[in-house]
């Protein structure tokens, strides 16, 4: 079965899967997460040295986990040894705890994959639309120049930041093309829906779609229009909230969203200040997009780079 079938198993009949015995990772591919993260966790145990990274933070919730749950294990133990005058044997390896090693090697996988395709889609559309659009690149170029000369010539953290048109542009590429079109929540109580007699019962699973939210004409007028100034100022301080979420929304809002906005500027930042962008006789316009993909993926994006040269 093709993983965009599984995908849509996975996601539609959950309980299906379940019953078919079907997997939604290729074995090869989970086999392999399992061994990079069993190494990188006994590694992680042998030195003193500890790093400041979220697997850190998985392992030691994980650890402090057990130690709560072998501490109540231990009491109760010592309660029953009252009660009954027979000595209860400690559990070694509690049974009960949450954060598992599949818990963790799961919350692992995620982040890797959350953070790869999605980046790269985003950085392809945009520099699609800098190709199109000559104009935005120009003005692109100008500030990243600008903020060049105010900080040495170097674009560090505090350079970065302060590239606010350049953040406009990227927002407007994940308000028209988000990579991930489809966003899934559960219910967690029951919500009648406004002026309906339609009520979301308690573990509901809900699909929001991101792509026709960001293309309701309704939050943003022209919706096929690439136009940046919509995320500046103003404009910026009147979008509607809930109807631009290309990071999800709420508690669960992607907890790398500042790091991918930083990632996807400064390799943006480095490729407008060295080279122009222009459509070539291999750019499809539109884009023509995998209809197997679960990201809202191009087939193929084809622009061409001219090296500026700098007196």
């Known amino acids: 079965m093709g993983a965009h079938i599984r995908s849509i198993c996975r996601t539609l009949a959950p309980k299906l899967m379940s019953y078919l015995k079907l997997r939604s990772i290729n074995p090869e591919v989970e086999q392999f997460f399992w061994t990079v993260l069993k190494d990188t966790v006994k590694h992680r145990e042998s030195n003193v040295n500890k790093r400041n990274d979220f697997l850190q933070l998985l392992i030691e919730v994980q650890a402090e986990e057990i130690k709560h749950t072998r501490s109540n294990d231990h009491q109760n133990g010592d309660q029953a040894e009252t009660q009954d005058g027979h000595a209860k044997d400690a559990i070694e390896t509690p049974k009960d705890i949450l954060f598992t090693d599949t818990v963790v090697a799961s919350n692992a996988f995620i982040f890797f994959i959350a953070g790869f395709e999605t980046t790269a ?3 392809s559309h945009c520099l699609y639309e800098l190709a199109l659009h000559p104009e935005i690149c120009a003005k692109l170029r100008e500030e990243v120049e ?3 000369q105010s900080h040495n010539g170097n674009l560090d953290y505090d350079a970065i930041k302060k590239l606010v ?3 406009a542009v990227i927002s407007e590429t994940l308000r028209k093309d988000p990579p991930a079109s489809l ?3 559960r219910c967690t109580e029951a919500f009648k829906m406004p002026d309906t007699s339609l009520v979301v019962e308690e573990g ?3 699909f929001v779609s991101i792509y026709a939210l960001h293309h309701d004409p309704k939050y943003f007028p022209e919706p096929e229009k690439f136009k940046p100034e919509r995320f500046l100022g103003e404009n910026k301080e009147n979008i509607v909230p809930g109807s631009y979420i290309p990071f999800g929304d709420g508690p669960r809002i ?3 969203m500042r790091f991918a906005m930083y990632e996807m500027k400064s390799v943006l930042a480095y490729i407008v200040s060295n080279y122009t962008i222009h459509t070539c006789e291999k750019t499809s316009i539109p884009l023509k997009y ?3 993909s679960g990201l809202h993926s191009p087939l193929d994006v084809w622009v061409q780079f001219k090296r500026i040269v700098k007196s």
């Open 121 to 123: 889609t985003t950085l």
């Open 146 to 148: 600008s903020v060049k």
């Open 165 to 167: 048109y350049m953040e």
């Open 183 to 185: 966003l899934v929540r």
């Open 204 to 206: 509901t699973t809900l």
């Open 254 to 256: 992607c907890i790398a």
């Open 290 to 292: 995998n209809p197997r």
